[in-house]
């Protein structure tokens, strides 16, 4: 399994704020996608591991904006996953334009059984998605 994920997104003109950037909320929905992506590459789509009984709720995220993304900016998110445990996972984001991160960010996941949104233990619930995940991460260099 390839250990990073690239969404190309072109920044459209709705996702502005007045000084004709993007706006801050923006990178929350453009992770939503890239994350959505890179479970894709696992075989399995979001859509199938909610009806397997497993959501993802959102405990955590964190954006740094290193350098504004205008309008039609042609822009590539990078997705990896930086951390994982049996009931959590840590998705990590650059997001790239011309070979210069502009935004980088991470938000964290608890593995939750849809009907109780209790933890659920993935390695137990499902072994092979937590070993594909498990292969996927990506160690954060200091």
């Known amino acids: 399994m390839e250990k990073i994920n690239r969404l190309e997104i072109t920044a459209r003109y709705a996702e ?9 909320s923006v ?3 453009w992770f939503e996608a890239a994350r959505t992506e890179f479970i894709k590459m696992t075989g399995i789509s979001y859509t199938q591991l909610e009806k397997s009984g497993i959501m993802l ?7 740094k904006y290193i ?3 205008h309008y ?3 822009v590539v998110v990078e997705t990896t996953v930086s951390r994982l445990t049996f009931s959590r996972i840590e998705f990590s984001y650059n997001v ?4 210069k991160i502009m935004v980088q960010g991470k938000t964290v ?3 939750v059984d849809s009907k109780t949104f209790r933890p659920v233990n993935l390695k137990k619930t499902m ?3 937590f070993a594909m995940l498990s292969e996927a991460v990506v160690k954060e260099e200091n």
């Open 67 to 69: 350098l504004p993304v």
């Open 16 to 24: 502005t704020d007045m000084m004709g950037i993007i706006h801050h």
């Open 57 to 63: 709720p959102l405990s955590e995220l964190c954006c």
């Open 109 to 111: 996941h608890g593995f």
């Open 27 to 29: 990178y929350a929905v």
């Open 72 to 74: 039609e900016d042609r």
């Open 127 to 129: 072994p092979e998605l």
């Open 96 to 99: 790239v334009l011309d070979g």
